[in-house]
């Protein structure tokens, strides 16, 4: 955090200077108007934005009783915004402000559905207008159908998924493309999907940030390949959380308390608060922190078969801290530092097999574990610090043409617990047999992750009426330090076997240290042209080269070489190459556009892992071995989709077909009996489907949103092997035909509120949302699971002997479907709920966790039970 800490420091000390330098008057005018409805009456409580057309700096000004606002702001060329709940958004652009005063008059229309201004573009456009498909909820979306992490997101946006695999991990995929899950032992693994915050890349596999929901602006789904302008990661889609920004001029407070209560399960309650404040006339402040506590709803059955209840409850705290500074109407400065703490105090999985606790043994105590339950022998914790500190530097240069630097550092440190007893017991006492006293020694296995990512963008835009266009240079540079550490203590002395060896210490079983270092550059450049006046055209590419080195070893009983030597294995890969995209758009009518694209998605290979050769048997070295590295994975998207407003602006329609040719599919399989994760890259896939979003607002007293999506994503290729005696079998369900795992076939969400007046500036509302999840797998060889023989390691097994012979399970996530309700109060500058989710209490099967491949440990990951809670919110 050392170099963490001075970057922050830097970052202050420059906006102070910066602030200390802009102390000089400078010359001011006066922006004033009045807002009323279609009948000519004041409407009160309108928030009135007023943004700088040349820097992008906004301040807010609020409506009084009669309808009118006021602001001082800067002589300069302005967009102001008016909106208020239940009636449409009205932008008024090229509003001229001088040393004499502007006036800026609204009449809001009730029966307006308001349009998303979205930057998927990296310039501002309406969702319509964006030639390829979007989704945007906003803040008040986000409210009014409980969203409050990325999870929810996905279960309302179409052609969206994201998969738990435990406390702060997700598997993140869209439009049908996935390869399966990434696990912890996995750090070279790349993602599929994007992840940024703003302009600040937040990406990291497996371990893509959850960040708090508070003071989002809304949530940018962009589907489809955006590596043009968002480079690797964004195969497949990318999402973006959108924050508010500083706000010159205004002060404001704002914030939240909530509490909540699980019918099976422990509370939990939220104290947010934020604040916006000027710092003189050119710089503002806006500070926010935040702390969830968060329920628990498992229990976890113990050796002695006592319960540990509510053990996957834990906390989130954090913080935003950003200023902006506009020294001039051309110049704006805005630094900023993220800060968010998680830990967990277990995990929401479910056992439905466990070695050391299941029904059928006879020398150890029987256990049938119940609904919601587990058997553990520690307590699983997880933590995740991360931080983030970046600037943006805008200038304008006139003309509308701009020039932008984002510059971010990102410092990550996540620390995973396991419980490995079962795995472990699975070897000492199935594998090699030793008594229970040894196989039953508690075996916390800790997954350590240091990630720390400077990255540097800088670009050009432009452009007007016919023609607008961007380009520009990214530069990142990347350090992943990963580390496992299986200590059994006791181990050595019980056993008699000696394990401490050159690099594992005493009793740790398994012991590895990896060092990553990636390094990528790219140029990229897009243009949109009118190329007549009902054609318009856009075009772009991204140039990437990227270099990554690896230093490995492995150690301990377990990953030794089975001479008693570490296992080193050191790599470099390199790759570069061009990411397209063409779109062309016809304008069907001045509310409904055809959009047509052919683009190009990419994802970085990467490094194999050693595989755990102690723990294989002969079959799986030739099976899994000899695979020292994996090619870079690239998509190629053809899409056609319409967007259409409906008729006097009561809603929209988005319809999308899209097909996806997907080469070198890089497959996550588990080798065998190796304990060992190893990347295939599959030559041939492909994902085809449709997505479709229907907004209608036929009053400002109702509304109705639905959305769907359905996909068919499958392999098109075989991957065999080959055994002794020359018997031919197809390798961890790597077969033509075969579903690509994480991701639905279907998805379905949809959203209704009505509200009424109960007085000036005072509403009633009532939301009722429901999503549906269509059935998946966890991982490609997933469908050939589904049976267990029993016992799993024969005489050797512990309990053993076993009353029965086969353990059946379903390996197919079954499709789940959630209801949520909410009724509130909003007045002004305040918002008071109650809220339920989850009202029929479904308990949906999230992923499929499994241990030595499914003989050491069958579970689930599991969703949070019905919820009630009260939440209130204010911003004034």
């Not at 991701?743 to 009424?756: I, K, M």
Request: hydrophobic share 35%.
């Amino acid at each position: 955090m050392t170099s963490l800490r001075r970057a922050l420091t830097m970052l202050v000390a420059f906006a102070a200077v910066m602030t200390g330098a802009m102390a000089h008057a400078q010359p001011s005018g006066r922006l004033s108007g009045t807002v009323r409805d279609a009948t000519g009456a004041p409407l009160p409580g309108v928030t009135v934005s007023i943004a700088n057309a040349a820097t992008g700096a906004t301040q807010t000004s609020t409506s009084g009783t009669d309808g009118t606002f006021s602001a001082t702001v800067a002589p300069g060329v302005y967009t102001v915004s008016a909106t208020l709940k239940g009636f449409g958004r009205q932008v008024k652009r090229e509003v001229k402000v001088e040393t004499a005063p502007a006036t800026a008059d609204f009449v809001l229309e009730p029966q307006r559905e308001e349009e998303v201004t979205v930057t998927a573009m990296l310039r501002e456009q309406a969702v319509s207008d964006v030639p390829f498909s979007i989704a945007a909820p906003t803040e008040d979306v986000l409210r009014a159908r409980n969203i409050e992490n990325l999870e929810g997101v996905a279960a309302n946006v179409a052609g969206f998924t994201v998969q738990n695999l435990g406390p702060g991990q997700s598997q993140v995929a869209m439009r049908g493309v996935s390869s399966g899950q990434i696990v912890r032992d996995q750090p070279g693994v790349k993602e599929q999907v994007g992840a940024y915050l703003d302009d600040s890349v937040i990406s990291l596999s497996l371990f893509t940030p959850d960040l708090d929901l508070f003071d989002v602006s809304r949530i940018e789904v962009l589907r489809g390949p955006q590596g043009t302008l968002f480079g690797s990661g964004s195969e497949s889609g990318t999402v973006r959380y959108i924050t508010n920004q500083p706000e010159l001029g205004a002060t404001k407070w704002f914030g939240e308390l909530g509490a909540s209560t699980l019918t099976d399960g422990n509370q939990g309650g939220n104290v947010k608060l934020g604040v916006n404040a000027p710092l003189g006339t050119k710089a503002a402040v806006r500070a926010l922190g935040f702390f969830n506590q968060l329920p628990g709803w498992i229990d976890a059955v113990q050796p002695n078969l006592s319960v540990n209840e509510n053990v996957n409850d834990g906390h989130r705290t954090g913080g935003r801290v950003a200023v902006r500074i506009a020294p001039s109407g051309r110049f704006t400065v805005t630094p900023r530092f993220v800060y968010q703490n998680i830990k967990m105090n277990g995990w929401n999985r479910i056992d439905a097999y466990n070695i050391l606790a299941n029904p059928f043994t006879t020398t150890r105590p029987a256990v049938s574990l119940g609904d919601r339950q587990q058997f553990t022998q520690l307590e699983e914790t997880f933590t995740d610090k991360f931080a983030l500190a970046d600037v943006n530097l805008a200038y304008d240069f006139g003309n509308n043409v701009a020039l932008t630097s984002v510059t971010s550092y990102t410092d990550r440190d996540v620390l995973v617990i396991r419980d490995a007893t079962a795995l472990t017991a699975s070897i000492t006492g199935g594998s090699i047999g030793l008594p229970a006293n040894i196989y039953s020694l508690n075996a916390p296995l800790d997954d350590a992750t240091k990630a720390k990512s400077f990255t540097e963008e800088l670009r050009l835009s432009g452009g007007r009426n016919r023609l607008h266009w961007v380009g520009g240079g990214f530069f990142s540079h990347n350090k992943r330090d990963y580390n496992q550490n299986l200590l059994v203590s006791g181990f050595e002395d019980l056993s008699g076997i000696h394990v401490h060896e050159q690099l594992a210490p005493t009793d740790v079983l398994f012991y590895s240290d990896l060092h990553y270092k990636l390094d990528q550059f790219a140029l990229f450049g897009e243009g949109t042209a009118s190329i007549a006046s009902d054609w318009s055209l856009t075009a772009g590419l991204r140039y990437y080269h990227f270099s990554e080195d690896k230093q490995q070893v492995f150690d301990g009983l377990f990953g030794d070489d089975g001479n008693g030597h570490p296992v080193s294995q050191p790599g470099t890969t390199k790759a570069d190459g061009v990411a397209p995209r063409l779109i062309v758009t016809y304008k069907l009518s001045d509310k409904a556009n055809l959009n047509a694209q052919v683009s190009k998605g990419f994802r970085l290979g990467g490094i194999n892992d050693p595989l755990n050769a102690p723990l294989c048997t002969p079959q799986d070295l030739v099976t899994f071995g000899g695979r020292e590295s994996w090619k870079d994975e690239k998509a190629w998207n053809y899409e056609v989709g319409v967007k259409s407003r409906l008729p006097n602006n009561k809603g929209s329609l988005s319809v999308a077909a899209f097909y996806m040719d997907i080469s070198d599919l890089q497959a996550t399989v588990t080798a065998g009996s190796c304990s060992s994760r190893v990347v295939f890259n599959v030559p041939r896939s492909r994902s085809q489907g449709v997505e479709a979003e229907l907004e209608v607002v036929p009053s400002r007293h109702f509304d109705f949103a639905i959305n769907g999506s359905f996909n068919d994503s499958t392999l098109q290729s075989t991957l065999t092997s080959t055994d002794p005696s020359g018997a031919v079998s197809v390798v961890s369900g790597i077969e033509k035909g075969q579903r690509l795992p994480t991701v639905p076939r279907g998805q379905l969400a949809a959203a209704a509120t009505y509200q009424w007046d109960l007085g000036v500036g005072s509403l009633a509302y009532v939301t009722g949302s429901f999503s549906y999840i269509g059935s998946r797998f966890t991982q490609v060889g997933d469908q050939n699971l589904g049976t267990l023989g029993l016992p799993p390691f024969g005489a050797t097994t512990p309990g053993f002997p076993y009353t029965g012979t086969l353990f059946a399970y379903d390996p197919e996530l079954p499709s789940y479907t959630t209801v949520n309700a909410r009724v509130g109060l909003t007045k002004r500058s305040w918002d008071v709920a109650l809220y339920a989710t989850n009202l029929t209490d479904e308990k949906a099967l999230l992923a499929l966790d499994q241990e030595r491949g499914t003989r050491a440990r069958i579970g689930y990951l599991v969703n949070q039970p019905r919820t009630f809670g009260v939440t209130l919110r204010f911003n004034r």
